[in-house]
């Protein structure tokens, strides 16, 4: 079974994250670049009004066949409350009939407000859920 860990990182915590999952399942690993890089002002002046939102934002090429994979994994922080912007802009490639598992970093306590925003997401484009984890960083 051929996986692919994606993820976006902006302080490195998810970045860590998604290296020690794609050695343990030995995937394939990609990292989501958006074209124009934020700030850490940047990411809570707009990227977090742009998460609550549930919007996308440019991102770069993957570079990577998504229908080569039969499992997709993708990681992300939340900000406030809801996965950065270049989660959604991933979601939104997805082939159908992927099987998707999801991993969010976090310093909040819970991800509970967008488990289900989230999940739903993923289902929309066709695919199912593998697995959810929140992860406190």
Known sequence: MKKLVIYYSLSGKTRKVAQSMAKQYDADIVAIKEKKRRSTISAYLVGCPQAM???????????????????????????????????????????????????FTMGGKSSTKCEAVTKQAVTNK????????????
Do not use: M
Request: net charge negative; hydrophobic share 40%.
């Open 126 to 137: 066709g695919c199912t859920i593998g697995g959810y984890q929140s992860i406190q960083c």
């Open 53 to 103: 939102g549930h919007r996308k934002t440019a991102i770069e090429p993957l570079g990577v066949n998504l229908d080569e994979y039969d499992e997709i994994i993708i990681g992300a922080p939340i900000w406030a409350g809801f996965p950065a912007p270049a989660f959604n802009s991933t979601v939104a490639q997805l082939p159908p009939g992927k099987k998707v598992s999801l991993f």
